[in-house]
């Protein structure tokens, strides 16, 4: 039982590439969650999702974009990347609303 | 301000007993949960109360529930260096699950 996957775990990239970040739970979880971790600044809700087909932005949405088309997987996209997205990134998943969060290990992005 | 506060850092030494406080602003809570995260790791369930409860025990860990002043304490008993680490407060419930900043927690010998 794997639990929940991120892939890659690292990458570096230069300002205005684009990436994705897949994130995959084998746990059958129909909340899926993405954060980002920063310095001081705890843990920041980007986007997240209650099930197969839907997304919903969280706390900073802003320069990524979401995909879950199918339920196991929850896919973290920056068309665009800026410096100020050099951050580690968790995926999470959960039940039910207010459940207990699973994490993945986390991916740490660097954008130059 | 922000919506889950949390100290920065804490220093203890080894054996001595360790508080973590979180204050909150979002009552709807049906849990409050702590997180742990080891360094390079991601985090992972320490203990939970459930919003009706003023306290939970479990082992060396004492969670306290003061819901009148919004105020969530983690106490851990006899601490040790495995149990240095980034303790997160988190306030389940709504579409904010909102994390606090967390805590560093440093165990000296």
């Known amino acids: 039982n794997a639990g929940v996957t991120q892939t890659p775990k690292f990458r570096v990239l230069k300002t205005g590439q684009s990436m994705t970040l897949l994130c995959a739970q084998d746990m059958n979880h129909e909340y899926m969650y993405w954060y980002r971790q920063d310095p001081g600044m705890g843990l920041r809700l980007i986007h997240y999702s209650v099930g197969e087909g839907t997304t919903a932005k969280g706390e900073v949405p802003d320069g990524y974009n979401v995909s879950r088309l199918k339920k196991q997987n929850f896919l973290l996209g920056l068309e665009s990347a800026a410096p100020s997205q050099t951050s580690v990134y968790f995926c999470a998943s959960s039940y039910f609303t207010s459940g207990e969060l699973f994490f993945g290990e986390g991916s740490r992005l660097t954008v130059l | 301000g922000e919506d889950v506060e949390q100290s920065l850092f804490l220093s203890v030494r080894e054996g001595d007993s360790s508080v973590i406080n979180c204050t909150y602003t979002d009552s709807s809570s049906t849990y409050l949960y702590w997180y742990k995260q080891e360094p390079g790791a991601g985090l992972q369930l320490l203990t939970y109360?459930?919003?009706?409860?003023d306290m939970k025990q479990d082992q060396r860990l004492t969670v306290l529930l003061n819901k009148k002043d919004k105020h969530l304490s983690l106490r851990i008993a006899d601490t040790q260096t495995g149990d240095s680490a980034i303790y997160f407060c988190f306030t389940g419930g709504g579409n904010k699950l909102t994390f606090g900043t967390g805590t560093q927690l440093k165990v000296e010998l």
């Open positions: 109360i459930f919003s009706n409860m």
